[in-house]
Nanobody, 129 residues
Framework: QVQLVESGGGLVQTGDSLRLSCAVS???????????VAWFRQAPGMEREFVAG????????AYADSVKGRFTISGDNAKNMVYLQMSNLNAEDTAVYYC???????????????????WGQGTQVTVSS
């Protein structure tokens, strides 16, 4: 069984940087031809939204327009880790951040939450102005 565990959230100020980590446990390589790990976020009263995603090979990434140029997603297959480096944070980035796994994709990074079959518990990011 695959599990995802996020860490690295916290309280920061506007303009600060933060790195989130997602530890992936369980066997995901070898069972599926392709997979994607993505970050989503959900602010209070809002729908969960796509932030960034990376294919299992690391050959393709995708970002939401709102974070493009400020956030960078990366993976370390040897450590089974996926990271989200966030810079120039602002109040609109305040949310619970989740990492998620899509094992059914045949078209790269998908952006819809229902496409993802496994989710972490989330980590809170609060940006204070």
């Amino acid at each position: 069984q695959v599990q995802l565990v996020e860490s690295g959230g916290g309280l920061v100020q506007t303009g600060d940087s933060l790195r989130l980590s997602c530890a992936v446990s369980g066997r995901i390589i070898g069972y599926w031809v392709s997979y994607v790990v993505a970050w989503f976020r959900q602010a209070p009263g809002m729908e969960r939204e796509f932030v960034a995603g990376i294919t299992g090979t690391g050959s393709s990434t995708a970002y939401a327009d709102s974070v493009k140029g400020r956030f960078t997603i990366s993976g370390d297959n040897a450590k089974n880790m996926v990271y989200l480096q966030m810079s120039n944070l602002n109040a609109e980035d305040t949310a619970v951040y989740y990492c998620a796994l899509d094992r059914a994709t045949i078209s790269g990074v998908r952006r819809s939450p229902p496409d993802y079959d496994t989710w972490g518990q989330g980590t809170q990011v609060t940006v204070s102005s």
